[in-house]
């Protein structure tokens, strides 16, 4: 515990004295200059779009005497550090017109400001690994992507709405297991692997109704990134994956309201500036309402049953000065859904960051957030009179607190990160009230606590013109803390059984029950071949000390959070990924790319069968331990411009895992694995219809694994399937795939009109296609001696929809 406590004062330390870094950026200013007599000058700035203020994430700028530059970070700051002299500073973002300026940099360091403005005929371009002209070829980032907003309103989706989680499965690498299915699988890592962050609070359940919209309204959505591979040292907790999704910081030129109306929910969002255009403030809300639409038609048994979803976001940010930027941030959001008996589940999350600026080459951004997941069942969601005396209700959550200062240090060729984090984990694995004939009473499960900490550096080191390293080390400390119970299980008992406890030990508030700490090395290097080609190679160790407990793949509300424990390993991964990236015709029209990956996986988590998950004291006496592994490789081809644009993603990948106790020791694939993934994104804008633009999207999947039973007996003249051989997911169900086909109407301009509207038509499942979810055996009805197999389908017909999009 002491070496946790240590970790934490370093933090608040680094925090609290931020004043002395200042004589770090100098000392390093002086060590790393070419010699003493050409000194080192710096200039730096925001780089904001002009029409709202918002800071922009990847500009490019771009020394043209030296060949070097920089790219804005995710606050729109930059920080470019040459000898002293006059340089030409060249500065590009898609969608945006360039800029030329002469910077003379001759005594001293020179801050330089700048705004954006929209090209006057607007770029019909995907933009969805990057945001300036050759970064897929000239950043040393691999196993990235990002999602233009644009291009997601673009994208067919379910219902006619914009969705973030179902566009970043149309990325190479990136799958689910059908529709019904919550979050998303990324290279052979389950849903609970990625590290899904907004305004960089962790959101643990990505999901409205069950897996088919997520949380994130997109009119408050500026910036999605997904992180495959390469990982830097600044992120950590998960494996698999980071999705990195920044919320708008609001219109600081103008008011403005934004909202859509569809088959579905609704959305509204309403931003303006603050304190005359020192700060600005944007909110948004959505609520379905088909549970309102379908009460007419429902039977007296029916009559009031809920099925909903509302959520609400907000951001607000005040320039305190050009050094200091304050931001306040939250999202709030609940799942209502059954008749007699109910769920109801949501997120809530609330981040405050502080941006420094301590010279020209040195920034800061402190985070603290909290966030919270919970979910309820409830045996009377209509609360009936007659049943008011009989019910059952049960809860469960799990809450975090932390803080995060992450320091960025420029120095010419080296971009310094450092920084930490301290995140407590606050596990409440449930608690029940149950009322029999007015006789109430109350039981479940002590909370659980964690106290995770890291400190990291890392380094982007511009080694040549041609190569770059971008190397760094993070440490993770894990403390399983009391109060609680430790439980000791016994050890001699069949593979595959479940254990019983032999000892229980109580521990004190604060006291270590037990401790894990992990070294995570990151690497990764690019080379240029040509100046429209690269190598790119990359190796992380991410350990993760938080584990979901769920042996079901479809999106339930009763999945529960558990802690790394004294019975219970934190799961550790190691990822090598290498990488071809090119750019070919005319203006680089297109980019193309292709990757190869390995990832070893330990400690991951499997069941007993008939394991008991919910409200159960000795739950890890019925968890398994085991190895997996996961290999493929990422074909990947993108057109930018043109009138019909888009991209096609080819994913050949294998995961499996191995546990002691299931499939009789030997590997077998994991339920996400999926062979083959081929998708395909077409954005066409037909010059003759200047009002229409249409879109389209196919996907062809290998069926998931699925465990089916090998014989079958009879028992009191009933036949039973049986898996005889303890063969763990020994069948594939079918083949899935789904053509979804969008146009979009844009309303006509009034001069002098600030009001843009425009109508989108969508088919989701053109060909009604019957993709299985999963397949299930019975015995037949009719003949009790027959078995027969039964094909679950979510979506078993096409499905229409209009949406109706307005912005004043």
Request: net charge positive.
């Amino acid at each position: 515990m002491k070496h946790n406590f240590v970790l934490l004062y370093v933090l608040c330390l680094v925090t609290v004295l931020t004043p002395f870094t200042n004589a770090v950026a100098q000392a390093s200013q002086n060590v790393l200059g070419r010699n003493s007599a050409q000194a080192n000058l710096t200039v730096s700035g925001y780089i904001r779009d002009a029409a709202n203020g918002e800071g922009l994430i990847g500009v490019s700028v771009y020394v043209k005497e030296t060949g070097t530059g920089a790219v804005t970070n995710s606050y729109g700051f930059y920080a470019i550090t040459v000898p002293a002299g006059t340089y030409t500073l060249v500065i590009s973002y898609v969608g945006y017109e360039k800029q030329t300026k002469t910077v003379a940099l001759t005594d001293q360091n020179r801050r330089l400001d700048l705004e954006l403005t929209e090209e006057g005929k607007q770029l019909q371009e995907v933009v969805v690994s990057t945001r300036r002209e050759d970064d897929n070829v000239k950043n040393i980032e691999m196993s990235v992507n990002r999602i233009d907003v644009k291009t997601l309103q673009r994208i067919p989706a379910l219902l006619g709405e914009v969705d973030v989680v179902r566009s970043i499965q149309l990325l190479p690498g990136v799958s689910t297991v059908g529709e019904g299915a919550t979050g998303f699988n990324v290279r052979g890592g389950s849903i609970d692997q990625n590290l899904v962050l907004l305004d960089e609070a962790p959101v643990y359940n990505s999901s409205h109704l069950f897996g088919f919209f997520s949380v994130f309204n997109p009119d408050a959505v500026k910036d999605v990134k997904l992180i495959k591979g390469g990982i830097p040292a600044l992120y950590g907790g998960r494996i698999s994956s980071i999705l990195d999704v920044r919320l708008k910081e609001g219109n600081a030129k103008k008011p403005e309201l934004n909202g859509g109306i569809g088959l579905i929910f609704s959305r509204l969002s309403y931003e303006r500036p603050l304190f005359k255009g020192k700060g600005s403030f944007i909110i948004a809300g959505r609520r379905s309402y088909a549970d309102i639409l379908a009460q007419p038609f429902l039977n007296d048994d029916l009559r009031g049953s809920k099925f909903y979803f509302y959520d609400l976001t907000a951001k607000a940010n005040y320039h305190v000065n050009d050094k200091n930027t304050v931001f306040l941030s939250g999202y709030f959001g609940r799942d209502v859904f059954g008749a007699d008996f109910g769920f109801n589940w949501g997120n809530g999350t609330a981040s405050a960051r502080w941006n420094h600026v301590f010279s020209d080459r040195l920034f800061l951004n402190t985070t603290a957030y909290y966030s919270n997941y919970d979910y309820s069942l409830d045996s009377d969601l209509k609360r009936k009179e007659e049943n008011k005396n009989d019910y059952f209700r049960t809860n469960s959550r799990i809450v975090d607190y932390s803080l995060k200062p992450d320091f960025t240090l420029f120095l010419g060729k080296n971009t310094i990160t450092f920084g930490g984090q301290s995140i407590l984990h606050d596990f409440q694995p449930g608690t029940a009230t149950a009322a029999s004939s007015g006789s109430v009473r109350t039981f479940g499960l002590e909370s659980k606590y964690g106290l995770e900490n890291a400190l990291y550096i890392g380094n982007e080191q511009q080694m040549s013109r041609r190569l770059q390293l971008q190397y760094g080390l993070r440490y993770s400390l894990y403390n399983y803390i009391g109060p609680g119970e430790a439980y000791t299980f016994a050890t001699d008992v069949p593979a595959g059984q479940r254990r019983n406890p032999i000892a229980i030990q109580t521990y004190r508030r604060g006291e270590t029950i037990q401790t894990y700490g992990n070294w995570e090395p990151r690497f990764a290097a690019k080379y240029e071949l040509s100046d429209n080609s690269s190598l790119k190679l990359s190796y992380n160790r991410l350990a993760q000390y938080i584990h979901l407990v769920s042996n079901t793949t479809a999106s339930t509300p009763l999945d529960v959070w558990t802690p790394s424990t004294n019975n219970i390993k934190p799961q550790i991964a190691d990822q090598i990924a290498g990488g071809y990236f090119r750019n070919f015709g005319a203006a680089n029209e297109f980019e193309a790319s292709v990757e190869g990956y390995y990832k070893w996986l330990h400690n991951q988590i499997d069941y007993i069968d008939g394991a008991n998950l919910i409200l159960n004291k000795f739950l890890e006496g019925d968890l398994l331990s085991g190895n997996g592994r996961t290999y493929g490789a990422e074909f990947y081809v993108k057109r930018n411009r043109g009138t019909i644009n888009g991209w096609v993603s080819y994913t050949l990948a294998k995961t499996e895992r191995q546990v002691t106790g299931i499939n009789n020791g030997n590997w077998f694939p994991a339920r996400f694995d999926k062979r083959h993934t081929l998708t395909t994104v077409l954005l066409v804008d037909p010059p003759q219809a200047k009002r229409w633009n249409f879109s389209a999207t196919f996907t062809l999947a290998s069926g998931t694994p699925a465990t089916f039973p090998t014989n079958r007996f009879e028992y009191g003249g009933y036949v039973v399937p049986q898996n005889a051989d303890n063969a763990r997911n020994n069948y594939r169900i079918p083949t899935y795939h789904r053509l979804d086909l969008a146009a979009t109407l844009q309303g006509r301009r009034r001069p002098g009109k600030r009001k843009e509207d425009n109508w989108v038509f969508s088919v989701y499942n053109v060909y009604a296609r019957k993709n299985p979810f999963s397949v299930f055996f019975r015995p037949n009805t009719d003949n009790p001696r027959l078995t027969e197999a039964v094909r679950y389908s979510v979506f078993a017909t096409a499905i229409p929809s209009v949406t109706y999009n307005f912005k004043f």
